[in-house]
């Protein structure tokens, strides 16, 4: 049983860097190394905040709908 978890371990390494290709697709081309566009976002309390007020952050957006 434990040859077959190795085993099974390895194979599904393998096959999640044989899947990364690695490659941009062409319509992002365009945005790459170039600044994010200073967008207005708004928060659950209403209060607006700018991309640049978190420059030299880490900033996660979380784009979800419920739709």
């Given amino acids: 049983m434990r040859?077959?978890?190795v085993g099974l371990?390895?194979?599904l390494v393998l096959a999640f860097l044989s899947a990364q290709t690695g490659q941009v697709p062409d319509s992002l081309k365009p945005y790459i190394g170039k600044p994010v566009p200073d967008v207005v976002m708004i928060d659950l309390?209403?209060?607006k905040h700018k991309i640049s007020d978190f420059k030299g952050k880490v900033?996660?957006?979380n784009f979800w709908s419920p739709h």
């Fill in 3 to 5: 040859f077959f978890s």
């Fill in 9 to 11: 371990a390895i194979w």
């Fill in 45 to 47: 309390d209403g209060k």
């Fill in 59 to 61: 900033l996660l957006l």
